[in-house]
């Protein structure tokens, strides 16, 4: 009549073998029959495992015919064992001394910011305060507030992250203007031309952190002033071992009754020297906003005399528009150029790269290799 009824059971394929005996056990060995057609439908994993056999030599069977004394050996100390003096009367596990035991790897500071941690509490040393501020800075305190003409080759495209945004003007950014256009009240006859303020109004990524060394003197314009700061800024920059679209500087000002050249020279000395750089030299240098301008140098044994920044007296086009009367000695430096002689390293990209060993293997201490 159509039906089909049963007459007994299939005998079960070595697969359901398997099967069965893999949801019995929680496993089944490689060699059963079966088990290659389950791995190859992922009805289950592979896993290798190592199986050691520890069988006794003819020279154990010697020293376990003569009888073994077997008691349990203290190998760690309790504080109530030390004090009241019973770890005298325990059978202690004796020690090797010898040996290399098994490395540790405690939590490390990474190396370039130790190196930061360093120059901040050098800085602090020498009473300086540090300041501060947000990476999106107006074109008018990155460029115009330093006397940067607005066609200088730096404002270009291809040099600096411009944004979309754009910010209004502070009060009294006239007087940045005048001394642009014709100098100002002061002798100098500016850069001329027609100064705008739509283009000191774009928003860029910091290029360089004395855009915050230009605003706190703005807002302290009396002395004394000395205040340092450590950031991240950003060029428009092909990135290769030497250069990086991002990377660390660090600026520093100074604004007293009295202070000139001199004063300068001799707190770059004394930081470098803090940093562990004996040998200071400096060399003439030109910079668009200080005047005038030296480029100091360390001596490196083995790559010779280096150069670690530029530094400065602002010029009075700098400083005359915010109401600055004192002298204003300011400096920089890029920080990963000393870490790269610092740490003995031949790639800037190898200091943001999560490179485990190598921040194990770096000493912790802060001196020169």
Same mark, same amino acid.
């Given at each position: 009549?159509?039906?089909?009824?049963?007459?007994?059971?299939?005998?079960? @394929?070595?697969?359901?073998?398997?099967?069965?005996? !893999?949801?019995?056990?929680? !496993?089944? #060995?490689?060699?059963?029959?079966?088990?290659?057609?389950?791995?190859?439908?992922?009805?289950?994993?592979?896993?290798?495992?190592?199986?050691?056999?520890?069988?006794?030599?003819?020279?154990?069977?010697?020293?376990?015919?003569?009888?073994? +004394?077997?008691? !349990?050996?203290?190998?760690?100390?309790?504080?109530?064992?030390?004090?009241?003096?019973? $770890?005298? +009367?325990?059978?202690?596990?004796?020690? +090797?001394?010898?040996?290399?035991?098994?490395?540790?790897?405690?939590?490390?500071?990474?190396?370039?910011?130790?190196?930061?941690?360093?120059?901040?509490?050098?800085?602090?040393? *020498?009473?300086?305060?540090?300041?501060?501020?947000?990476?999106? &800075?107006?074109?008018?305190?990155?460029?115009?507030?330093?006397? &940067?003409? &607005?066609?200088?080759?730096?404002?270009?495209?291809?040099?600096?992250?411009?944004?979309?945004?754009?910010?209004?003007?502070?009060?009294?950014?006239?007087?940045?203007?005048? *001394? =642009?256009?014709?100098?100002?009240?002061?002798?100098?006859?500016?850069?001329?031309?027609? $100064?705008?303020?739509?283009?000191?109004? &774009?928003?860029?990524?910091?290029?360089?952190?004395?855009?915050?060394?230009?605003? =706190?003197?703005?807002?302290?314009?009396?002395?004394?002033?000395?205040?340092?700061?450590?950031?991240?800024?950003?060029?428009?920059?092909?990135?290769?071992?030497?250069?990086?679209?991002?990377?660390?500087?660090?600026?520093?000002?100074? *604004?007293?009754?009295?202070?000139?050249?001199?004063?300068?020279? @001799?707190?770059?000395?004394?930081?470098?020297?803090?940093?562990?750089?004996?040998?200071?030299?400096?060399?003439?240098?030109?910079?668009?906003?200080?005047?005038?301008?030296?480029?100091?140098?360390?001596?490196?044994?083995?790559?010779?005399?280096?150069?670690?920044?530029?530094?400065?007296?602002?010029?009075?086009?700098?400083? !005359?528009?915010?109401?600055?009367?004192?002298?204003?000695?300011?400096?920089?430096?890029?920080?990963?150029?000393?870490?790269?002689?610092?740490?003995?390293?031949?790639?800037?990209?190898?200091?943001?790269?999560?490179?485990?060993?190598?921040?194990?293997?770096?000493? #912790?201490?802060?001196?020169?290799?």
């Amino acid at each position: 009549n159509g039906i089909v009824r049963k007459t007994g059971n299939a005998t079960p @394929g070595p697969d359901e073998v398997a099967f069965a005996q !893999a949801s019995e056990n929680g !496993a089944v #060995t490689g060699d059963e029959e079966g088990v290659f057609d389950l791995l190859r439908r992922g009805l289950v994993q592979e896993v290798e495992a190592v199986a050691y056999t520890v069988s006794i030599t003819p020279q154990g069977r010697e020293v376990l015919a003569r009888g073994l +004394d077997l008691q !349990a050996e203290v190998g760690t100390l309790t504080r109530d064992q030390i004090v009241s003096g019973a $770890w005298r +009367d325990l059978p202690l596990r004796r020690y +090797d001394v010898t040996k290399v035991p098994k490395r540790a790897y405690p939590g490390k500071t990474h190396p370039y910011q130790r190196l930061l941690d360093e120059m901040r509490r050098v800085l602090l040393d *020498m009473g300086f305060s540090e300041i501060a501020g947000g990476i999106v &800075q107006s074109s008018f305190w990155n460029f115009d507030a330093l006397f &940067q003409p &607005q066609d200088h080759p730096a404002r270009e495209m291809q040099d600096t992250f411009f944004l979309g945004e754009r910010w209004p003007l502070p009060a009294g950014y006239e007087r940045v203007r005048d *001394m =642009h256009e014709r100098g100002g009240k002061t002798s100098s006859t500016g850069w001329g031309g027609v $100064w705008s303020a739509a283009k000191a109004e &774009q928003c860029v990524l910091r290029t360089h952190t004395t855009c915050l060394s230009i605003q =706190h003197l703005a807002e302290h314009p009396a002395p004394p002033v000395k205040a340092f700061c450590i950031g991240r800024v950003y060029r428009r920059e092909a990135t290769d071992p030497t250069h990086l679209a991002e990377f660390e500087q660090l600026e520093g000002v100074v *604004m007293d009754e009295g202070v000139n050249f001199s004063h300068l020279l @001799g707190f770059l000395k004394e930081f470098y020297a803090k940093m562990g750089f004996e040998k200071v030299r400096f060399r003439p240098g030109y910079f668009p906003y200080t005047e005038p301008s030296v480029e100091p140098e360390v001596y490196v044994d083995g790559l010779g005399w280096v150069e670690l920044g530029g530094a400065g007296i602002f010029r009075q086009e700098v400083t !005359a528009p915010l109401g600055i009367e004192h002298p204003v000695l300011a400096w920089g430096l890029g920080i990963s150029r000393v870490a790269m002689l610092r740490l003995g390293l031949r790639d800037l990209r190898h200091l943001y790269r999560s490179d485990v060993e190598w921040i194990r293997d770096t000493p #912790t201490y802060g001196g020169r290799r």
